[in-house]
């Protein structure tokens, strides 16, 4: 599937409030402005039918997964940034969310500055990937005997393992700056010691972890 058609089929299910795939943030009471980071085409945004009062932003690496969702939306402001060095002044957001894209982050760094661009006592949502999920795609290589998929599967497998003990991931080799690696909920506790409180980590059927900037 090429990237367009995941974010539309993400999009689909994002609209579609009976999908099992489908995982949503709860917009906080009060909240007036919100950023997605590694947004894509806005799916999430737009399926959490955020009130038309809040000022809906969301970040993404991808120039045309953002051009998809200018056509598909005018309620989200589009913003071509990395979530490592997000473009706004600190304080400038009450709700951060980011579903299944810190994974692709260098995590310490982008935590970093959704700490900063976050107003003091402003929500964090995480939707992440469980180790379990890596190891079924490295099976999957394995299987399909796609030797390089499988060791850049392993690359990921080695990064959660570095992340979970030492906070600390590596570039994928070759590029200039890709990061990949899967979460804990231990080592995403310790990642948000660092000026959050009030984390919550729910293991269901989505990894996901919430969080609120602490003073
Ligand atoms: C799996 S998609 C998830 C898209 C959307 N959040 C969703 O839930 O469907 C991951 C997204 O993160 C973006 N991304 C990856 N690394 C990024 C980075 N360092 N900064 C900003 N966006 C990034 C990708 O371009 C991609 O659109």
Redesign the pocket.
Known sequence: MDVEAA?LE?LRVARRLDDPRRVMPVVPAGCRRVL?????AG??LIGADVDGGVMACG????VA?LQLGRRITDRVRFVC????SLPFRSESFDFVIS???LP??HVPAALTEIRRVLVPGGRLWLVLHPCAMVLHELMGALRARRAKSALGRLWVLGNGVTLHCFGRIFRIPFTRARWESFQTPRGMRRALRAGFDETEISRGRFFVVTARRSA
Do not use: N, W
Not at 81 to 84: C, S
């Open positions: 974010h993400e997605d980071i590694g947004c894509g799916q999430t970040v993404d690496r991808d997964a940034a990395l979530g490592e579903r299944v894209a692709y982050m």
